[in-house]
Nanobody, 123 residues
Framework: QVQLVESGGGLVQAGGSLRLSCVAS????????MGWYRQAPGKQRELVAA???????NYADSVKGRFTISRDNAKTTVYLQMNSLKPEDAAVYYC?????????????????WGQGTQVIVSS
């Protein structure tokens, strides 16, 4: 069972910065892509940023130029550097990963979500 554990959320003033981290573990063979999503109260979960195994990145228009997604060398940790935060960035941020992991019967694909980390931006 692949697990994703997020950290780094908290309260920040508008214009400030936060760095989110997400560590994946659990028999992982490879990760094809990792991403950050967010969900504000009363709104649907939306993609914030994603990064592939080939280091291609994709950002929501609302965060381009302010947020940066990156991965560590082992490719099992993904970061989201959030700068110039705005009140509308406040949400629960979720980590997502897709790839292959080992089970008792062999390799199997996975798609997992973290438990979420709260980001609060005060104006």
């Amino acid at each position: 069972q692949v697990q994703l554990v997020e950290s780094g959320g908290g309260l920040v003033q508008a214009g400030g910065s936060l760095r989110l981290s997400c560590v994946a573990s659990g028999g992982i063979v490879s990760i094809n892509a990792m991403g950050w999503y967010r969900q504000a109260p009363g709104k649907q979960r939306e993609l914030v940023a994603a990064i592939t195994s080939g280091e291609s990145t994709n950002y929501a228009d609302s965060v381009k130029g302010r947020f940066t997604i990156s991965r560590d060398n082992a490719k099992t940790t993904v970061y989201l550097q959030m700068n110039s935060l705005k009140p509308e960035d406040a949400a629960v941020y979720y980590c997502n990963a897709e790839g292959t992991y080992l089970t008792y019967t062999g390799a199997s694909k996975f798609g997992s979500w973290g438990q979420g980390t709260q980001v609060i931006v005060s104006s």
